[in-house]
């Protein structure tokens, strides 16, 4: 795997920003994924936070 490095400008960073709430936030055209979605079916109670 080859690293190179890339100089982006702040403002194509920010093009395409979308910040979707629980479906997650994506900039840079949709290729940075800033804060992906996360898949939670349950929250625990007090009683298995415990655990």
Request: net charge neutral; no cysteine; glycine share 10%.
């Amino acid at each position: 795997m080859k690293i190179e490095l890339h100089t982006i400008p702040i403002k194509d960073l920010v093009e395409g920003f979308k910040d979707n709430d629980e479906e997650g936030v994506v900039g840079y055209g949709g290729r940075l994924n800033i804060r992906p979605a996360f898949q939670r079916e349950f929250v625990y109670d007090d009683k298995q936070k415990r655990k």
